[in-house]
């Protein structure tokens, strides 16, 4: 095992180095790096992950490029967007950050719909709105923006997301995340009149296997997405969105253009990124001794819960 720190461009999530914990197994390299804060029961499932990366052959798969999607942080400077979209080759579908002040969502979501009609918009809101503040605020920016490819978590629980589908008057397609990956069985919940899409992450969610079966059975159209991982992380994401047979949206993945300085390097060529096998460079990026013994203890004490 090697535990890296890699410089992030801006701080995210309150995040300035992204530290992740990478070993090899006799199918490559895997990543174990679930946030600093997260607790151990949640964080087991991210090792489940990493160790199937590092000793399961892979699925079959049904592409080789994976179409990408942007992300537009909390700013309204219609010249920094503009650069921002630039800087995605070929990507026509941006993820807009939103939810914190709604004039200022909107000004933002106008910005870059005067860009082009092509821009598909999806926003994600964590679970962030009650379904009144979801009415109020999804109705304003669509009178702005006209209809959003989807609206990830705009409430919190799965009744709240069923009430506000069965009141909204305008088209809305839901995507539920945190409803699947923060409970303890998402095989026991019924997204049925709730969501219309689900958000798979690799790691969150306990690997590829585990991944293909909640999506599965819930039967419903599948988002890829990443969690600020570095490019081995990214890179088992893109196995995953690779085997998916039916894969109608851009992935989640392209959040490598966050982190400054990355393990290996995963390129982003008209709209897509493609799966290769990984140029993995280490040097300089290894942590100090105490923070690897820290992920070392939080790795066997994971690897303890999963019966291991
Ligand atoms: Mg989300």
């Given at each position: 095992m090697r535990v890296v720190a890699l410089p992030m461009k801006t701080n995210f999530r309150g995040v300035t180095v992204r530290e992740v914990a990478l070993f090899r197994g006799e199918y490559g390299w895997a990543e174990f790096s679930p946030f600093l804060e997260y607790g151990d029961d949640e964080s087991s499932l991210w090792l489940k992950s990493a160790i199937e990366a590092a000793t399961s052959e892979r699925p079959t798969i049904y592409r080789t490029q994976i179409p990408v999607n942007g992300t537009i942080p909390a700013?309204?400077?219609?010249?920094?967007?503009?650069?921002?979209?630039?800087?995605?080759?070929?990507?026509?579908?941006?993820?807009?950050?939103?939810?914190?002040?709604?004039?200022?969502?909107?000004?933002?979501?106008?910005?870059?719909?005067?860009?082009?009609r092509k821009i598909k918009i999806r926003i994600d809101v964590n679970g962030g709105w009650t379904v009144d503040q979801a009415l109020t605020n999804l109705y304003a920016m669509y009178e702005e923006v006209g209809p959003f490819e989807y609206v990830e978590q705009p409430c919190s629980t799965v009744e709240e997301l069923r009430e506000l589908k069965s009141k909204i008057r305008i088209p809305l397609l839901i995507a539920a995340d945190e409803v699947i990956r923060k409970v303890a069985d998402p095989f026991a919940i019924d997204l049925e009149g709730a969501a219309d899409i689900l958000m798979l992450k690799v790691q969150p969610l306990g690997g590829i296997a585990r991944s293909l079966a909640i999506a599965g059975h819930h039967k419903l159209p599948v988002v890829v997405s990443s969690a600020l991982e570095s490019a081995v992380g990214i890179g088992y994401g893109l196995e995953l969105a690779a085997s998916i047979e039916n894969l109608s949206f851009d992935c989640g993945l392209a959040t490598g253009s966050l982190i400054s300085v990355d393990v290996a390097t995963l390129p982003i060529e008209d709209g897509a990124i493609s799966l290769t096998d990984l140029d993995i460079r280490l040097d300089g990026l290894d942590v100090a001794p105490d923070r690897f013994e820290w992920w070392k203890n939080r790795t066997m004490r994971c690897a303890e819960k999963l019966g291991i």
């Open positions: 700013i309204n400077d219609k010249s920094v967007i503009k650069r921002l979209i630039e800087s995605y080759p070929g990507v026509s579908t941006f993820k807009v950050k939103v939810g914190e002040n709604l004039p200022e969502d909107i000004a933002r979501l106008a910005q870059i719909r005067s860009l082009g």
